[in-house]
């Protein structure tokens, strides 16, 4: 089809031509689009909408500086053009794109892909249907298509479409019409689904994607098996920028970096790899008297509650803590120690609360630091249990989640109802493992289920601890305390994540077990003084370089 043609046809005359086409078996040559399929780098793909420039600016010198950046490739998104200015403007833009040998798409409309002679086309579900679309272009056109959910995916990946459009990640005024947001998660989900039916078929995410999530969404949704994301897709992060290229650059060098809270590749960390114990317990050692050697910095934003404990737990140990809940510092919290980590405690929590949770973790990502997220009472309320889904959703990584059986559960999505903030009971162990397990795999995080045996998995290790004692269950704060000495312990040892948590769990609980043997504690009143008293002298011993308090540790990795 012309140019001319297309843009004199009515939309039922298109139709017409598009189904005669979608009865052709194999295009004739002269409908393919060029000779030879173009080299697909969806590293970063710039999708237009003119309506979205800064006063003044014009698309196409915004698309020749955002390539000039780093853009890999142009998908021409113009909801608002008539088929003929539509189609001058993708001549005008093709002629940049070539230039710089970069691939130009038009969204939705075959027929102008074909009129402006570029790469190809990305289509949805509204639009043509795959195949017509593929035999008006012809086998040497890139066509991508969108999915929003595991039923289109699954259709999808069963066409020989080039790539997938996965999205919206996450909430977009771009887009009113797009479909509930799949985050991450979701986003994992559909590459592992995609995975088993195309291995080979590439995929990007789309949807609010900017510098400060590129990096989580790229993290939190590669799958354990099969072809992670291979690119993001963005709209306002360059199209609403007044410096488009300084704008790609930044993005592909987010992109190109690993995220300041990936481990290091596996060698670097074998210690905890064979489960050989002698080794690991050395590692627990090291990592206690480290906490003492370099005091990390605690930044507890946690519930008014356990403050005053939490504090001298974190002191006991060899930490330093700062209680603060002010917006102002939480930037200079997170870069100001060489060593920290941040506790977000959501025990009393409301919306003032859940948007620093979002500015503390940010900037902890930014900063390299981990953080540590105590999900209370998770399901005791649906504001409680959004919360929950908020942080994990929305507000950038954390690299551990802590909480009793019940509120690991929730977070699981299991969604059950808790009686204010005690444990909730479930099925036995193996399947308690089960569900850990699998959270710690979605989040690509390190998930600690406490309770009589507590169980820590970072999805593909796993280890039982069965030390600690019941005057644990009946002092306020013990169990959010333990959030503060995970902090200490991942601050100084951000390598292996799962065995600073073995640490962590360790100390207090062998600390728990000496406490109740140490003259005069006989109940929970003077077990916390004497607990406080053990994580001392535990944090003394291990200065020392003794490991001889780990001799009754209970523990089992599978
Ligand atoms: C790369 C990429 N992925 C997804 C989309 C969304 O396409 P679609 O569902 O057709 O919605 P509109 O863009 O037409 O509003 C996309 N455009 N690009
Ligand atoms: C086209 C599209 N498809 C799913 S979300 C979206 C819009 C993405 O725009 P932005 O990057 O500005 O959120």
Redesign the pocket.
Known sequence: MSEQAAMMMSDSAKDAVMHMAAMTPSPPPSMSMSPAKPKLDLTLYL?T?SS?LPPGATLESHIEAAIKGGVTIVQL?EKNLDTAPFIALGKRVHSITKKYGVPLLI?DRVDVALAVGCEGAHI?WDDMEYTTARNILGPTAIIGL?V?NLTQASLAASTTTDYI?I????P????PD??TPLYPSGVRQILGLIHSKRPELPSVA?????ATNLQAVLYKSRPTEGLPLAGV????????STDPESAASGLLSLYKSPAPWAPPPPSQSTAFTHFYLPLILDKVVTIIRSIKEHKPLVHHITNAVVKNFSANVTLAIGGSPIMSDNFEEAADLAAIAPQSACLVNMGTSGPAERRLYALAIRENNKAGKPVVFDPVGAGATGMRKETVRWVLDECGYVDVIKGNEGEIRTVAGEGIRMKGVDSGAGGGIDELVKVVKGVAARERNVVVTTGVTDVLSDGSRTVLVSNGHPFQALVTGMGCALGSVLCAALAVNKDDKLMSCLAAVLLYNVAAERAVKRDGARGPGSFSVAFLDELYEIGEICARGEGGWLDSVKVEFM
């Open positions: 999708v909408s979205l998104r969204n949805g969108s929003s459009g999205g919206p990640v996450f977009t005024r771009t887009k797009a479909s789309i949807g609010s994607i900017n897709a963005v709209v306002s992060a360059i199209i609403s």
